[in-house]
Every structure is written in C-alpha cells, then in structure tokens.
C-alpha cells in the first residue's frame, strides 16, 4: 500500500504536501504505514536529482482509546518490530471540542457525521471507525488550527468493513437516536 500511494502522489500529487490520514484502533496500519512511506521517499530522495522532494506524512485518528493509548501503541509496535520508537510515529489527531467517546457508544456526532456523508456526499461509513474518524477530521479541515492537515492534500485510508451498519443503527435506535425507518438492510 505505501508503494501505491508513493507512486500514486509522485505522478498525480503536483508537488503538493500530502497527508494520509487513517482511523486507528491499535493504530498498526498507521504505524507500519508511516515507517514504510518514510523509508520508501528516503530511498527515493536519495536517489533522485531533481529538487521536488515529496512531502507525504501519515496522521492517525484514534477511534478505541485516546491519544495517549495510540502512542503507546504505536512505539510498542515500531520497537517490538525493529524500530525505535520514535522516527515514524504517524501525527495523532486529538479532539477539542469534546473527549473521545467510549468505542461503540452511540453518540450524537458520530451520528450526524454519519448522515451528512451519507445524504451530502453519497459516502458510507461504519459507525465505528469511519464515521467518528471522518467527524474529528473534518473538525480540523474546517477550522483554522495548527495541524497535520492544514494547508495539505488529505488522503483518507479506510481499513474497514461496513457490514455491520445495520447492527450498529440498531443500537442508535435501543438509544433513541433513530427510528426503525433509518435503519438499512
């Protein structure tokens, strides 16, 4: 996959800075994703002549625990793996507007991030990854923060399933959230 989006952003990217951003549950997509972008541009800057250097950086957005679990993580992996637990550890995107919710818990937000990409963009999430990943980055697209997105090309990795959409509306509805009319088959 890093191969792909290397090759991919070299050809189409137009030496714009690019941001990969990946929903994280033990965060070892993101991870093992970041040492190899990193090592594979490496390899190619020290190759190549020509002064465009790529610019591509690896965000994580924690969806089971918080910032501070997917560090963890994520240095546990990169050392127990080879590395050394600092280099390539991917940018954690961190809410502000209010905590993480529990993972699974019916929320609000995650709802109506859910239904906006839905409805507005034609784009179906999974109520557990996608859809609290896509609300907390698209808090940080909108507003002026310092950030891994800002100013850059985002890229957005899903690395899920969306089978269970159904199942997990049911518990919106167990919660009030919705009626049996919203939920899919």
Known sequence: MAQEIVSFWETKGSGLPLTIC?????????????REINTIMKQRNETNDDDEKLDILVAVIPCVGDA???????????????????????????????????????????????????????????????APA??????YVTSQRDSPVKGRQIMYVHSGGLEGISSQLTRYKHKGMIDSSQIQC
């Open 22 to 34: 990946v929903p994280g549950g033990t965060c070892t997509t993101a991870m093992l994703l970041s």
């Open 68 to 130: 501070a679990y997917a560090e963890r993580q994520m240095k546990a992996l990169d050392m127990s793996t080879g590395g050394n637990g600092k280099d390539f550890i991917p940018q954690i995107l961190k809410p502000w507007k209010y905590v993480y919710p529990r993972f699974g818990e019916p929320s609000p937000h995650i709802l109506n991030t859910f239904i906006e990409m839905k409805d507005e963009h034609g784009i179906y999430l999974d109520l557990l990854y996608g």
């Open 134 to 139: 896509w609300n907390l980055l698209l808090q």
